[in-house]
């Protein structure tokens, strides 16, 4: 065809692949978010991978999703809907098509919807697209499967191998709708398997085979589209996931604080990528060790601290609850210890791969006797460096553990991140021993001002100590079983965490004359704050205060929420934050928006929800429990 294709400049797309869990689906997804981020696009993603990890293939439970939503500017969210659907099959149309938007285009694999594959997906006829209501003039349909074994005839590869390459034909075929370069694309190939060259040359080969097909095709799409970037702010940028981001925030604050990063770790989905990064940095003097269980990796960790380290350790919600032991020794030690929960869907082992934020109220309280520890909360993917950060630099100078709760959607999801300079993060200064201490020192000798120990490292001559599990007596740092100072040292405890100075709550929006205050914690700062910007587009005053720091939580906390008529706090469990703000703050009666579904909010949910909050001229209940207000 020698007809040109028009080219539509678009401000945002959002793309969604799909497949099988093991049709590659995440690497297609995470290589045009790579590509699109270094082209200085805002990029929010979202790994959707299957609860039944082994499903069958073809079935309906086995499908994995790939969400990215790029933007001309920053963008906040992964996306309720897709422009564009990719389907490997006829599963991952079945399940991934109420994704889509109205007008999407959807692209499959028709060697992928024989009698078999629409048995699988309980397709009832050949009809596919009829039975989904799919206007066929807006599926690219094309035998992905046939062109890509013909495109690797000559490479000696067998079939298993060459099938695992058609991710990277359907990639290319996205390159090109949305005129993104290949050399970006061949770049990362060639890095990511650079120990076996001739792979790599064969999926850039298939890259380009699906990048000439809807060149030469038009593909049946009326317009190839163009995203410019606006970005504002010069530097180096790159795609980064929450995981690894929360990786280099503890590497950061290790040489910011001059000392050795040890994180100790079991093995634990969503976490487990933490683990994998911090390992490739032993020149960094990072230290891993891959623990047998849960205890022994908090338990290394414990030990790590007392040597003198920044030691951390990584894990899950079910994961916290078999630390809880060593955390607690961390506690009454008081130690700087950083706990990293990635949470998931619960309880039990429940769903490994899904979202939820409802490990709150155990990281503030689930631990035996009183055992305040800061809690931090990310709210990004690129927020988790700085959350990471921030949560080292306190465990350091107030010698405490400290827990930093990102979730699977902000851990697996990923942003584009501008690189920081690390010259200019915040000065750590660990709490150490004086010298006026030597000879004289004893474990639990406090700043007056802060309630915070003084940290004596193991072999310093002059600070000889022994800490331990058993209450010790403040003075002497003996064992103690004394009723009053076991009440002096819960206190002082308490008051140590209390006294943790942190940020002001910011408002956003409306500040001044909302008549609604969103409030939220964590990974839902992206969704609450669009759904805020499209109740403003419509004419409704609304702000939104986003919390990051839940133990201690800002000192103008009381303040900011009794200053607007309404207020909703929205969470992805069933109240326990709002729970916290009842307990916190005198006379706190919020509205509520729960949901506990494994996934992120959908903005237009959230709008809906808000909206119904500003109409209503039912009062929240003013003297409702946890339980009344939230289970019945």
């Not at 869990?21 to 991978?49: R, W």
């Not at 326990?576 to 996934?599: E, S």
Request: proline fraction near 5%; include cysteine; charge should be negative.
């Amino acid at each position: 065809m020698t007809e040109q294709l028009e080219v539509k400049e678009l401000d945002q797309v959002v793309v969604r692949f799909s497949g099988d869990s093991g049709d590659g689906m995440q690497l297609a997804g995470n290589i045009f978010s790579t590509v699109s981020a270094s082209k200085g696009n805002g990029i929010s993603t979202f790994p959707d991978y299957p609860a039944d990890i082994r499903a069958p293939q073809g079935s309906l439970t086995g499908v994995s999703g790939y969400q990215v939503h790029i933007g001309a500017g920053r963008v906040y969210t992964p996306g309720d809907q897709c422009d564009v659907l990719v389907a490997m099959n006829a599963a991952a149309l079945k399940t991934q098509y109420h994704h889509a938007k109205p007008q999407a285009t959807i692209i499959i694999d028709t060697d992928s919807f024989g009698p078999n594959d629409l048995h699988k997906a309980e397709f009832r006829s050949n009809d596919y697209l009829g039975e989904l209501g799919i206007d066929p003039d807006r599926v690219v349909a094309c035998p992905l499967t046939k062109m890509v074994k013909d495109c690797l005839a000559d490479s000696g590869m067998d079939n298993k191998a060459v099938l695992k390459c058609r991710n990277m034909f359907a990639l290319g075929l996205v390159c090109w709708l949305f005129n993104r370069d290949l050399g970006l694309v061949e770049n990362f190939l060639r890095e990511k398997f650079h120990k076996k060259p001739q792979i790599a040359e064969n999926n850039i080969k298939v890259v380009h085979a699906g990048y000439d097909y809807g060149h030469n095709v038009h593909a049946s799409v009326p317009a190839t589209y163009r995203i410019e970037s606006k970005v504002k702010e010069p530097g180096r940028y790159m795609d980064i996931t929450g995981n690894k981001a929360t990786a280099y925030g503890l590497m950061a604050a290790a040489e910011k604080a001059g000392l050795k990063l040890y994180l100790g770790s079991y093995p634990i989905t969503p976490a487990t990528d933490i683990l994998h990064e911090l390992s490739k940095h032993k020149s960094m003097g990072v230290i891993t060790v891959q623990c047998e269980d849960e205890i022994s990796a908090c338990a290394s960790s414990v030990g790590a601290a007392f040597a003198g380290a920044l030691a951390a350790t990584s894990t899950s919600g079910p994961g916290i609850c078999l630390k809880s032991e060593a955390i607690n020794l961390a506690v009454i030690d008081e130690l700087p210890l950083v706990i990293i929960d990635v949470q998931r869907g619960g309880p039990s082992t429940g769903l490994p791969t899904k979202s939820e934020q409802t490990d709150l109220l155990q990281v503030l309280y689930g631990r035996n006797g009183e055992s305040p520890m800061p809690v931090v909360a990310a709210t990004s993917p690129t927020d988790c460096f700085h959350a990471a950060y921030m949560a080292a630099k306190m465990a350091l100078e107030h010698l405490t553990p400290v827990v930093l709760l990102t979730d699977a959607f902000i851990a697996n999801g990923s942003s584009a991140w501008k690189l920081p300079d690390i010259t200019k993060l915040p000065d750590i200064h660990p709490h150490y021993v004086t010298e006026d201490q030597k000879y004289k020192y004893t474990p639990y000798q406090r700043d007056k001002q802060t309630c915070v120990r003084y940290w004596a490292i193991p072999g310093q001559e002059g600070y000889t100590h022994i800490l331990g599990g058993l209450e010790k007596d403040g003075e002497t740092g003996s064992i103690s079983t004394e009723p009053e100072n076991h009440n002096r040292m819960d206190h002082l405890r308490f008051d140590k965490v209390a006294r943790i100075s942190v940020p002001d709550l910011e408002v956003l929006g409306d500040k001044d004359d909302a008549d609604l205050l969103i409030v939220g914690f964590g990974s839902t700062y992206g969704h609450l704050y669009t759904a805020m910007e499209a109740l403003r587009q419509r004419g409704h005053k609304v702000a939104l205060a986003q919390f990051s720091f839940i133990n201690p939580l800002p000192a103008n906390t009381a303040e900011v929420l009794s200053r607007y008529k309404k207020v909703v706090v929205a969470e992805q469990n069933l109240g326990q934050f709002a729970a916290l703000l009842r307990i916190r703050v005198n006379n706190f009666a919020p509205y509520q928006y729960n949901q506990v579904k494994g996934q992120p909010f959908v903005v237009s949910e959230l709008v809906k929800g808000f909206e119904q909050v500003l109409n209503s001229t039912e009062p929240p209940v003013e003297d409702g429990t946890f339980e009344s207000r939230v289970l019945k």
